[in-house]
């Protein structure tokens, strides 16, 4: 609450996010389960130029896998995968990585 949201044509830079649709995977004759999501993240300025990452595409691939699962449905799985993925997306924007001046 109280965010301001910048209309896109007026935005400086966007950042876009690609999700891949997350899965889960069973183990053969066992109740575990673990889940798998993918995505690509880029930042943009306002007419759409690639400002990060500077090698074209569509952007930094993120990837994540949950540990097994005991006893949880599918769309549970998936869920803490996703969850999984947004926190290692977050984490970018505080790395070094994205932040080449220093």
Do not use: C, Y
């Not at 183990?27 to 690509?40: C, E, K, N, T, V």
């Not at 990060?52 to 993120?62: F, I, K, S």
Request: hydrophobic share 40%.
């Amino acid at each position: 609450a109280g965010v301001e949201v910048v209309p896109e044509g007026l935005s400086r830079q966007r950042v876009v996010v690609w999700l891949e649709a997350p899965f889960e995977q069973g183990m053969l004759a066992s109740d575990l389960q673990q889940g798998h999501a993918r995505g690509s993240v880029r930042v943009v300025d306002g007419k759409g130029v690639e400002i990060w990452p500077a090698t074209g595409g569509r952007g930094r691939e993120v990837e994540t896998q949950t540990p097994r699962i005991r006893n949880a449905s599918a769309a549970e799985v998936r869920r803490v995968a996703l969850g999984d993925l947004a926190v290692r997306i977050a984490s970018l924007f505080h790395s070094r990585e994205m932040r080449p001046e220093e």
